[in-house]
């Protein structure tokens, strides 16, 4: 009977050293499949540029619309340009949030007839708490910081944003 006793106490004291590193993995993956999602994303960009020789304009959220302004019809299907997006994304944009319910972000000066512009996907951070990804002159993005990157910088942790094209 002692030895039962003894060997869940054991159990218990093991139980709870290993909990912290449990507890903390939920966020990690969090932050995980949102890297996931922005390559998936800029790998998306690239094959619509692949196929259509040329990129989508506009900014904002990426939702339903973003392409040139073209929405759903009547009859509830998407546009040409948003289909073939879909297709190499793999998800409808209307199901696309991140991690924490919020859409993916958009930047952008891209201009079609000119070949021009840059693109920029990010993740919208809470608040003000966010990083200037810091890509060569682009400035008023503030993106999510992911405090589990591997980044010497002082204010500890990546900005969450993957650069499409950046063309000056």
Not at 16 to 31: N, T, W
Request: proline letters at 5%; zero cysteines; aromatic letters at 10%.
């Amino acid at each position: 009977m002692v030895e039962l006793m003894v060997v869940i106490i054991i159990m218990a004291i093991l139980g709870l050293a290993i909990m912290p590193a449990l507890m903390g993995s939920s966020e990690k993956a969090k932050y995980s499949r949102a890297w996931s999602d922005l390559d998936a994303i800029a790998n998306a960009f690239t094959a619509y540029y692949g196929k259509t020789g040329n990129l989508p304009e506009g900014e904002g959220n990426i939702a339903p619309g973003i392409f040139s302004g073209e929405t759903y019809d009547d009859n509830g299907v998407a546009s040409d340009a948003e289909v073939l997006f879909q297709s190499f994304l793999g998800t409808q944009l209307k199901d696309l949030y991140d991690p924490w319910n919020q859409r993916y972000q958009i930047a952008s000066s891209w201009t079609a007839s000119t070949g021009k512009g840059y693109i920029v996907v990010y993740v919208k951070p809470e608040g003000t708490a966010g990083k200037n990804p810091g890509f060569a002159g682009i400035t008023g993005i503030t993106a999510r910081v992911d405090p589990y990157s591997d980044s010497d910088s002082e204010d500890g942790g990546l900005p969450m944003a993957k650069l499409i094209i950046n063309v000056m």
